[in-house]
């Protein structure tokens, strides 16, 4: 078993290239691997989006994977802000 760790920022509009480029990959992967899904808010501040906007798109951004297939039984599926560890690191 891999272990997989990715992410994907919630600015910008969510499409087609999104779902085949990643997100159905990553509905593949939880069936045999060990994942980590993450929706990284943090990268998202070096656009300096407004505060509430990046809130929203967060929230539907998480609500879109989890309708797209992640199950949370099988992956760990996360915002990268919640977690305090994540920005102690650096």
Known sequence: ???VVSGIQPSGDKHLG???GAIRGWVEAQRV???FFCVVDLHALT???DP????E???RLAALLLAAGLDRDRATI???SQVPAHAELA
Do not use: E, G, H, V
């Open 57 to 59: 798109d967060t929230r």
């Open 18 to 20: 999104n779902y085949l």
């Open 1 to 3: 078993m891999a272990r």
């Open 33 to 35: 691997d060990d994942c």
């Open 47 to 49: 656009s300096l989006p």
């Open 78 to 80: 996360f915002i990268q």
């Open 52 to 55: 509430r906007t990046l809130r």
